[in-house]
């Protein structure tokens, strides 16, 4: 599975570079390529880092003065500060979608719906998408689909997958696991992405959702 992509990045901004400054633009080149590596923007700490500079304080002056002409905005919600890189529009909205409970990598475990929780993720993850909800990530069955214990995943509401999907699987025992699905001639497979666990083989099972991203916090 490809990390997903957290901020969208209009790389058409380097066409304002005659208005920034050698430091403004490292600083966003810097943001553009962390993001494109690790789904995330940089702290302010691996910013000052990054250009040399002393104190984050001279971070701060540098994010205003990108801000003040147009080229980058922050977003600061309870997950943590993101950038986004705008071209002259805005960008990277914030939708609240619902943190229902746990989902097991590993053993599978009894499904519990927990309510009240929420996470805000920006908008091109959700896109049309109409019935998403995420769930915690408890294993390491799925690290090689760099789905890693506690992370978050985006589940798209469906009864449908083809095979290959990441899919939240409720069994006949009430238990949920998160796997790969293939529906074999007889069978239905659940597939692990990590050698230490082996596949779970039933007749039949219920599918809650399939996986369309992946959160993690630094």
């Known amino acids: ?75 600061k919600d309870p997950n943590g500060l993101y950038f986004s890189i705008r071209d002259g529009q805005h960008i990277g909205s914030l939708i609240q979608v619902p943190l229902v409970g746990l989902i097991a990598a590993g053993k599978p475990i009894l499904a519990v719906e927990t309510l009240g929780d929420t996470i805000n993720l920006p908008s091109e993850i959700i896109g049309k998408r109409k019935n998403v909800y995420c769930l915690k990530v408890k294993g390491d069955s799925m ?22 999907d990441t899919v939240v699987a409720l069994l006949d025992d009430s238990t949920a696991t998160l796997k790969k699905f293939y529906k074999e001639r007889k069978f239905i ?22 996986v369309i991203a992946i959160f993690r916090r630094y």
């Open 1 to 75: 599975m490809v990390f997903i992509r957290y901020i969208k990045i209009i790389h058409s901004y380097e066409k304002m570079n005659s208005v920034l400054y050698p430091r403004q633009k490292q600083i966003l080149s810097f943001i553009n390529e962390y993001i494109d590596k690790f789904g995330t923007a940089p702290s302010l700490t691996e910013i000052k880092e990054h250009i040399g500079v002393k104190t984050l304080s001279t971070v701060h002056e540098h994010l205003a003065k990108l801000e003040a002409k147009g080229v980058l905005e922050k977003i």
């Open 189 to 210: 497979r659940l597939k692990p992405a990590n050698p230490n666990y082996e596949d779970i083989v039933v007749d039949s099972i219920t599918i809650q959702g399939k």
């Open 143 to 164: 690290i090689d689909s760099m789905i890693m214990d506690g992370d978050i995943v985006v589940v798209e509401k469906t009864e449908y997958a083809q095979n290959g």
